[in-house]
């Protein structure tokens, strides 16, 4: 369909609560996907990416008809071409088991993976919720043991000690089996039917369907209701009480507080058995940062052969606004060296230097001239030092007629400048990249 001509287009404008991410602050996201990613590489998890796109059934099985999710916040639609219904996905861990269990990666035994990407839901925008956000998360997949779920736990102790963040807490559940929760649920229900007129709209409504969630309400109201309510832990058997109790060893024995939350039931129904969260203070009502647990029965409900889960997932924007509000010192993301080039003529010279120097790892901005040619040095020097480079590289007809590329150091104003040679950058970079 075309737009209707105009004699002035209006700007066009993004989605509201899809937002564009720009200098300087993308240097902060990529400080903070470095530090994903080394963080990975230290506990042994892969990358897997997977589309942004994927059948709604997949979410509609995976996560449960009855979660908010499903019922209020997806962006679905159905395929103009064929009739597929699709979903841009509205969180990560659904779309990993499925392409676990699509291309058989379980065969050989476990695998632990990671991924990043944009997730989608439909909910009204506010600090910390957006309708495109970004989320890193861990899928430990066919590892059935409890050593499992403390050690994915424990990673995120990791992210926020390189992060630099100190203000976050462990909080702790288990949902037990099945059966169990079977129990539990009819206690529940039993429970909000003798008192169903202190229930709000949303409590009767899951009040048959899914009495699990109403324990997460967030209404006032109904919190003396819920702190009432029967509790699941009560209901735990022998073997989800051992699974629950092998956690808090591992945990009591790294040293890493937490607090046990009976009313802790996470957003998704495939959870069993333990569930986490890490909590803060600092973000007002959007306080749970990071969240997981274990799901033992998702391969089988997606179509897999049984096999055991467990992971985490976080918000990316969640936690760089805790990077922020915590004051936390990002490095800045500089070049080594600014080109400053005083004549039209060096341009050939600098850029093959600049070339050279790239190769060898070091990051070398280049001064663009306009068309009435590179401008003074003045301007590009005060330009150099504003890039944050520690060096300059000025490539002035003196120099480049002995051969030579003049070195300033920019962030140390007793050090002296010096000369390199313009055919032998790669002997010299090293220079640029020492601390």
């Given amino acids: 369909m075309s737009e209707p001509k105009s004699a002035a287009a209006a700007p066009l404008r993004a989605v509201k609560g899809m937002n564009d991410l720009r200098p300087p602050e993308s240097a902060r996201w990529e400080w903070f996907d470095a530090v994903v990613g080394a963080l990975m590489r230290r506990y042994g998890y892969q990358l897997v990416r997977t589309p942004i796109v994927e059948p709604?059934?997949?979410?509609v099985r995976g996560l449960g008809e009855v979660t908010d999710i499903v019922e209020k916040e997806m962006y679905s639609f159905v395929d103009a071409m064929n009739g597929d219904h699709l979903t841009l996905r509205p969180e990560g861990t659904a779309g990993v088991?499925?392409?676990?269990i699509e291309h058989s990666m379980l065969y050989d035994g476990g695998k632990r993976l990671w991924y990043a990407g944009p997730m989608f839901r439909h909910e009204r925008p506010q600090r910390g919720r957006y309708r495109q956000f970004h989320q890193v998360g861990v899928e430990a997949l066919g590892f059935g043991g409890p050593d499992v779920d403390a050690e994915v736990i424990l990673m995120v102790r990791a992210l926020w000690r390189d992060l630099g963040l100190d203000d976050v807490r462990l909080e702790l559940n288990s949902l037990g089996q099945p059966d169990e929760r079977r129990a539990h649920r009819a206690a529940l229900i039993a429970h909000f039917e003798a008192h169903a007129g202190l229930l709000d709209d949303d409590a009767r409504r899951r009040l048959h369907s899914n009495p699990l969630r109403i324990l997460d309400t967030k209404n006032p109201a109904m919190q003396p209701l819920v702190e009432a309510a029967p509790r699941l832990m009560d209901y735990l058997g022998e073997a989800s009480l051992k699974h629950?109790?092998?956690v808090r060893r591992v945990l009591d024995a790294v040293g890493q507080p937490y607090r046990i939350n009976p009313r802790l039931v996470r957003g998704m129904d495939y959870y069993n058995l333990t569930v986490f969260e890490w909590v803060t203070d600092r973000l007002g009502a959007q306080g749970?940062?990071?969240?997981?647990?274990?799901?033992?029965?998702?391969?089988?409900?997606?179509?897999?052969?049984?096999?055991?889960?467990?992971g985490w997932g976080l918000g990316v924007e969640r936690v760089l606004d805790l990077v922020r509000e915590s004051g936390v010192?990002?490095?800045?993301?500089?070049?080594?060296?600014?080109?400053?080039?005083?004549?039209a003529a060096a341009v050939a010279a600098a850029t093959s230097v600049a070339e050279a120097l790239r190769a060898a790892g070091v990051a070398v901005l280049l001064h663009a001239a306009g068309r009435e040619g590179p401008g003074s040095m003045?301007?590009?020097?005060?330009?150099?030092?504003?890039s944050g480079a520690?060096?300059?590289?000025?490539?002035?007809?003196?120099?480049?007629?002995r051969g030579e590329v003049a070195v300033k150091p920019l962030r140390d104003p007793a050090a002296p400048q010096t000369t390199r040679p313009l055919d032998a950058a790669e002997r010299w970079a090293h220079e640029l990249l020492a601390p």
Avoid: M
């Fill in 244 to 246: 629950f109790d092998a």
């Fill in 56 to 59: 709604t059934a997949l979410f």
């Fill in 329 to 343: 010192e990002v490095p800045p993301s500089a070049p080594d060296a600014f080109v400053v080039i005083p004549d």
């Fill in 97 to 100: 088991v499925r392409a676990a």
């Fill in 390 to 401: 520690r060096f300059a590289l000025v490539f002035g007809a003196e120099e480049l007629s």
């Fill in 288 to 310: 749970t940062v990071c969240g997981g647990g274990r799901y033992d029965g998702l391969v089988e409900l997606i179509g897999g052969k049984p096999a055991p889960g467990v």
């Fill in 378 to 386: 003045k301007s590009q020097f005060r330009k150099a030092d504003a």
